[in-house]
C-alpha cells in the first residue's frame, strides 16, 4: 500500500506551488489581494538602509539578480561634476555697468551667432551628463561695449536664445559637432517709447552622453531681429549658474 500512495505524497507541494495572501486563488507565484493591500521589507526602511533617510519616499529598483533594492542601477546621479554660480564674468569690458559677453546684431544682418563662455570638463567614465544652466540677458538699442546702455524704443521684437555644443577630446569643434545643440531656450523682447533696460533671466538643461575623457562646452548666444534694426544682448551681466550632474 505504501508504494501506491508516494506520488499523493507531492500533490500538497504542487497545490501550494503559487502562494496567495488574502485570496484563495492565487494568480501568481505570490499574490496578495485587497484594494489597500501593502507589503514592508524592513531591510529596507529608514533604520536599515542608508538610502532612506525616512522622510522622503525612496525609489525602488531591481537589479539583474532581480533583488528589490534602493540604490538604482540605471541612470544613477553619480555626482556634481561642476556647480558654478555666476560662470560668465560680469563686465569683462570694465564698463560703468555689467553686460557679461555682448553679441550685437547691427542694421545689416538679422542674426549674429558667437560664442559667450567655454568650460573644460574631465568625465571618469562613459556616462550621461545633465547640464543645466541659467543665464541673464540684457537688451539694448546700441552697442554696449560702447559704454552706453540705450533703451529699446522702436515696439520691434528681439530674440535672444542660449544653447551649448560639446567639443569631444577638446581637440576644436568639427563639423560633425557644430551641426548638434543641447539646451536650447530663447526669449523675445520688444518695447515702445518709454521703454527701460533690464535684465532677462532664460534657464535651461540638456543631456549628452560622452566617453571617457577631457571635453569642453561651447555656450552660445545668438540675437536675433529684423531688417535695418540693431541690436545688442550682453549674456550673463547679472545672475547666472552653471550646473553639471553626471549619471552612468
Same mark, same amino acid.
Given at each position: 500500500?505504501?508504494?501506491?500512495?508516494?506520488?499523493?505524497?507531492?500533490?500538497?507541494?504542487?497545490?501550494?506551488?503559487?502562494?496567495?495572501?488574502?485570496?484563495?486563488? !492565487?494568480?501568481?507565484?505570490?499574490?496578495?489581494?485587497?484594494? @489597500?493591500? /501593502?507589503?514592508?521589507?524592513?531591510? %529596507?526602511?529608514? =533604520?536599515? &538602509?542608508?538610502?532612506?533617510?525616512?522622510?522622503?519616499?525612496?525609489?525602488?529598483?531591481?537589479?539583474?539578480?532581480?533583488?528589490?533594492?534602493?540604490?538604482?542601477?540605471?541612470?544613477?546621479?553619480?555626482?556634481?561634476?561642476?556647480?558654478?554660480?555666476?560662470?560668465? !564674468?560680469?563686465?569683462?569690458?570694465?564698463?560703468?555697468?555689467? @553686460?557679461? /559677453?555682448?553679441?550685437?546684431?547691427? %542694421?545689416?544682418? =538679422?542674426? &549674429?551667432?558667437?560664442?559667450?563662455?567655454?568650460?573644460?570638463?574631465?568625465?571618469?567614465?562613459?556616462?550621461?551628463?545633465?547640464?543645466?544652466?541659467?543665464?541673464?540677458?540684457?537688451?539694448?538699442?546700441?552697442?554696449?561695449?560702447?559704454?552706453?546702455?540705450?533703451?529699446?524704443?522702436?515696439?520691434?521684437?528681439?530674440?535672444?536664445?542660449?544653447?551649448?555644443?560639446?567639443?569631444?577630446?577638446?581637440?576644436?569643434?568639427?563639423?560633425?559637432?557644430?551641426?548638434?545643440?543641447?539646451?536650447?531656450?530663447?526669449?523675445?523682447?520688444?518695447?515702445?517709447?518709454?521703454?527701460?533696460?533690464?535684465?532677462?533671466?532664460?534657464?535651461?538643461?540638456?543631456?549628452?552622453?560622452?566617453?571617457?575623457?577631457?571635453?569642453?562646452?561651447?555656450?552660445?548666444?545668438?540675437?536675433?531681429?529684423?531688417?535695418?534694426?540693431?541690436?545688442?544682448?550682453?549674456?550673463?551681466?547679472?545672475?547666472?549658474?552653471?550646473?553639471?550632474?553626471?549619471?552612468?
Amino acid at each position: 500500500m505504501n508504494v501506491y500512495l508516494l506520488p499523493f505524497l507531492f500533490l500538497p507541494m504542487l497545490s501550494f506551488a503559487q502562494v496567495g495572501i488574502g485570496t484563495t486563488q !492565487p494568480q501568481q507565484d505570490l499574490h496578495i489581494a485587497g484594494d @489597500t493591500s /501593502t507589503i514592508r521589507i524592513e531591510s %529596507l526602511n529608514a =533604520t536599515n &538602509n542608508p538610502f532612506n533617510n525616512g522622510i522622503d519616499l525612496a525609489p525602488v529598483s531591481i537589479d539583474g539578480f532581480g533583488n528589490f533594492t534602493l540604490v538604482p542601477q540605471y541612470n544613477t546621479p553619480l555626482v556634481f561634476l561642476l556647480e558654478e554660480n555666476n560662470f560668465i !564674468p560680469d563686465n569683462p569690458s570694465n564698463l560703468d555697468f555689467n @553686460t557679461g /559677453t555682448v553679441i550685437n546684431s547691427d %542694421l545689416a544682418s =538679422t542674426s &549674429n551667432e558667437a560664442i559667450i563662455i567655454t568650460k573644460a570638463i574631465t568625465i571618469p567614465q562613459p556616462s550621461i551628463i545633465e547640464v543645466n544652466y541659467a543665464v541673464t540677458m540684457l537688451f539694448a538699442g546700441d552697442d554696449l561695449k560702447s559704454n552706453t546702455l540705450s533703451p529699446i524704443t522702436d515696439a520691434k521684437s528681439r530674440t535672444g536664445e542660449i544653447f551649448f555644443r560639446i567639443d569631444l577630446n577638446s581637440d576644436g569643434l568639427n563639423t560633425t559637432e557644430i551641426s548638434k545643440k543641447y539646451g536650447i531656450k530663447g526669449i523675445y523682447y520688444t518695447s515702445s517709447s518709454g521703454g527701460v533696460a533690464g535684465y532677462a533671466y532664460v534657464n535651461s538643461q540638456g543631456y549628452v552622453t560622452l566617453p571617457t575623457g577631457n571635453h569642453t562646452i561651447y555656450f552660445y548666444g545668438v540675437v536675433k531681429d529684423g531688417n535695418s534694426s540693431y541690436t545688442s544682448i550682453g549674456f550673463g551681466g547679472s545672475k547666472d549658474y552653471l550646473k553639471i550632474r553626471l549619471y552612468n
